[in-house]
């Protein structure tokens, strides 16, 4: 999820000045047209999944009614391990309430028995103020307020078993976080009987969700809903293993203030039904086109190897869409679903679209899906903005007519998620940094490339306040500011870090293998930091310990210039010193009265070093890493000291305007 970053994009135009230099498709379409729409219809393929026959469908008694006489056949290829199966049927009602029944089939990946499920309930998140995620957020998240009429609930109307067996009165809301009694976002099932390694269970419910206004990634506004985190879905129980697990067992959290979310991969076959009048975005791809009956429009979607299904809805949406492909790009159907006041920067959306595609394709593997669904709210649906769904993600809120880059930024961040967080999905609840980070890495990379924005790491190092480990459980940052601070910057920095170190050959190959390594599966920071030791052929274990294990940044200063008159010149000593984590080569410039530069490099070894250079003239000053290639430095005050002036006057002058800028970051918030 991108936080708000008109901010940043202002300053960093400004820290450059100041600085002065510092995506033709094998499947078949069938038509599903609307009225409202311009450009081409809306098309459907067809795949599906090679799951046991059963697994999912209703035995007993259905509460699915009514699906597809003809059914989309097995894919050709199984992406994921589909550790659960979902069949859900939902209705949009007055009010902006959801009412839908939903079968869900859990396969148990693991050898102990199971005696309880555990199923996320996220909208209860905002039920009241007494919930964790509202007290964590103070009702406020990336700028947005919820308003005091604007709460919203889950509700669970009905759960049973496959022979019809009610489970209500097995059920326990559970705080394993917090002990928040207040909050409900987390839901425990007794069940009947256990469940033995290797078995299936399906659960049968009904379920009704008020929705809140949106301020949280989901909600209503007006005419539009954004459903995301909208249905009952499963907790992930993790394997012996899995992410460094001892033990195997579920991975359970309350939703939180920070956190974003954690779930397995699967399958998702969901029936919306909406008002005749709207259209509907949605994760995957129709299996046939819309039909209208009793004064509503019934969609039917299907994914397969996604771990999430999202949708949207809105009777003003202007629908684009246009096959691509590319010689890393079999072929995917982009498809825009835009705010009325953007139409008119379609062309600039779908651009966005294709060159993320392309690119992350060839840097990280092929995207595998045959959809990417774009959503650009309203203006008053900004919270709503800048969010990850597999094959669906939501642009910044058209709230500016005449958006700068942040439109292409927003759109190439969200679309990066489609790989960190999509297909290599890590856990966002205690890891947040191996999807925001690296997403945030590979977004600025395209955005430098493809639109020439540079980016500027001092000014992004120098904003760090307050670092802190990044596997850190996103609740336990202290603020908002500080997550962002961390999962973003301070993740983004570590792997500039790296680039720097062993270059971007071969960061490139370290970057591919992990995601080619770890697709569709849940790594962890560990798992990363193997890839990067087996690509470089050496420990990394030092630098992981600091930068991502623990809560350090570099910190290098010039301590002490002396000069002493000899008879055929000067000897000139200086002093640096380490007040930070380690790094392995810090270059050194020598600037002398006369003009002339030398460099030299300091290993890095100890707390401190002298050098002594002889020369014809004394040396003027001396400045750590003039170029700014330690990335993961922030306090550059202190890397540059003039020699002229007295101990007592001697001034820190080292860039002035970074530490102005520096200053000004500070009081900034995500």
């Known amino acids: 999820m991108t936080p708000a970053r008109t901010k940043i994009v202002l300053l960093s135009t400004l820290a450059l000045g100041l600085l002065a230099g510092t995506l033709w498709f094998a499947w078949q379409p069938q038509s599903q047209s609307d009225p409202q729409s311009i450009g081409q219809p809306l098309y459907g393929s067809l795949s599906e999944s090679a799951l046991a026959p059963n697994m999912g469908k209703p035995l007993g008694a259905n509460i699915l009614p009514d699906l597809p006489k003809n059914p989309p056949q097995p894919a050709t290829e199984i992406l994921s391990k589909r550790v659960v199966e979902y069949h859900i049927d939902v209705s949009l009602e007055k009010g902006q309430v959801l009412r839908g029944t939903e079968t869900l089939t859990w396969r148990h990946p693991g050898k102990k028995t199971v005696n309880d499920l555990y199923l996320h309930l996220y909208p209860n998140a905002f039920s009241s103020m007494e919930t964790t995620f509202m007290k964590e957020s103070g009702g406020k998240l990336r700028g947005d307020t919820m308003p005091k009429d604007g709460f919203g609930s889950m509700t669970l109307t009905e759960l049973k078993t496959e022979d019809g067996l009610s489970l209500m009165h097995r059920i326990q809301y559970v705080q394993p976080d917090d002990g928040n009694a207040g909050d409900r976002s987390l839901m425990k099932v007794r069940l009947p009987k256990p469940v033995r390694g290797g078995e299936e269970i399906t659960l049968y419910m009904k379920f009704e969700v008020k929705l809140p206004a949106i301020f949280a990634r989901m909600g209503a506004t007006d005419d539009f809903v954004m459903a995301g985190q909208w249905f009952p879905k499963l907790s992930v129980y993790e394997t012996a293993g899995q992410r460094g697990r001892a033990e195997e067992g579920w991975n359970l959290h309350q939703y939180h203030g920070n956190s974003e979310f954690y779930a397995d991969f699967g399958i998702y076959s969901v029936r919306i039904r909406v008002p005749e009048t709207h259209i509907v975005a949605a994760t995957g791809f129709p299996t046939r086109g819309a039909v209208r009956q009793n004064g509503q429009k019934i969609y039917q979607f299907y994914a397969d190897d ?31 679903y835009l705010d009325p006041s953007h139409k008119e920067l379609k062309g600039r959306y779908m651009s966005a679209a294709k060159a993320a595609l392309s690119y992350y394709s060839k840097w990280y593997g092929p995207y595998p899906y045959s959809t990417l669904s774009i959503v650009v709210p309203p203006k008053s649906g900004n919270g709503a903005g800048g969010m990850e769904y597999p094959t669906l993600i939501t642009a910044a809120a058209a709230g500016n007519l005449n958006p700068g880059y942040s439109l292409e930024r927003t759109l190439v961040h969200e679309i990066g998620h489609q790989y960190f967080y999509g297909m290599v999905a890590n856990n966002e609840f205690e890891e947040p940094w191996l999807d925001e980070g690296f997403t945030s890495y590979a977004e600025e990379r395209l955005m430098e490339q493809e639109y020439g924005l540079t980016p500027n790491l001092p000014l992004q190092s120098g904003q760090i306040a307050s670092p802190q480990p990044l596997n850190r459980e996103s609740w336990k940052y202290g603020s908002a500011a500080e997550y962002a601070q961390n999962a973003y910057s301070r993740g983004k920095l570590v792997l500039q870090g790296i680039e720097r170190q062993v270059g971007m050959k071969k960061m490139d190959r370290i970057m591919r293998t992990y995601v ?40 290098f200063s010039v301590d002490h210039i002396t000069n002493q008159k000899l008879e055929n010149g000067y000897e000139a000593v200086v002093t640096v010193s380490k007040k930070g984590a380690d790094y392995p080569k810090i270059p050194v410039q020598f600037t002398f009265k006369d003009g002339t530069t030398i460099f030299k490099a300091w290993d890095g070894a100890g707390k ?14 001396v400045t750590l890493d003039p170029l ?39 009081s900034l918030s995500w």
Request: overall charge neutral; aromatic content about 12%.
């Open 628 to 666: 700014y290639t330690i990335a993961l430095e922030n306090k550059h005050i202190n890397n540059s000291l003039k020699a002229e002036l007295d101990e007592k006057q001697q001034t820190r002058w080292n860039v002035s305007v970074t530490k102005l800028l520096e200053t000004l970051l500070g």
């Open 608 to 621: 401190s070093t002298t050098f002594r250079i002889k020369s014809t003239s004394p040396v003027s000053y």
């Open 306 to 336: 996604v771990h999430d299904f999202a949708w949207s809805a809105s009777p003003n949406f202007v629908t684009v869409e246009e096959p691509f492909s590319s010689a890393e790009v079999p072929g995917v159907k982009i498809k825009l």
């Open 516 to 555: 080619q390594t770890y697709r569709f599966k849940h790594p962890s920071s560990q798992d990363f930091q193997r890839i990067v030791e087996r690509a470089t052929g050496r420990s990394w274990s030092h630098y992981f310990e600091q930068y991502v294990y623990d809560g350090q940044m570099a910190d």
